[in-house]
Nanobody, 123 residues
Framework: QVQLVESGGGLVQPGGSLRLSCAGS????????MGWFRQVPGTEREFVAA????????LYEDSVKGRFTVSRDNAKNTVYLQMNSLELEDTAVYYC????????????????WGQGTQVTVSS
């Protein structure tokens, strides 16, 4: 079973950038497709981005296309989410997730989750 730990969240002004990291342990992340989700209190956890097992394919939610980039370094057992041109609406807790199956955009598609990292976009 894989354990996931996110880091890199924080407070940033609108238009700024952050890079989130998701470090895996217990198993190699190369065995998993990976996803990023985010959640605002009182709302459903929503899909942000996903990357295939070896990183050859990526998928993004429409509102982050062109601003966010998901990548992975299987040698470091880490997945990243580079977030540029951040907007107030990007404020949320961001979670990484892993799946042994094919990647997906639904919470139920992923079996393993990190604890989340807070991203706050504010002026």
């Amino acid at each position: 079973q894989v354990q996931l730990v996110e880091s890199g969240g924080g407070l940033v002004q609108p238009g700024g950038s952050l890079r989130l990291s998701c470090a895996g342990s217990g198993r190699a992340l190369s065995s998993y497709a990976m996803g990023w989700f985010r959640q605002v209190p009182g709302t459903e956890r929503e899909f942000v981005a996903a990357i295939s097992w070896i990183g050859g394919s990526t998928l993004y939610e429409d509102s982050v296309k062109g601003r966010f980039t998901v990548s992975r370094d299987n040698a470091k057992n880490t997945v990243y989410l580079q977030m540029n041109s951040l907007e107030l609406e990007d404020t949320a807790v961001y979670y990484c997730a892993a799946t042994r199956g094919g990647w997906g955009t639904k919470r139920g598609d992923y079996q393993y989750w990190g604890q989340g990292t807070q991203v706050t976009v504010s002026s």
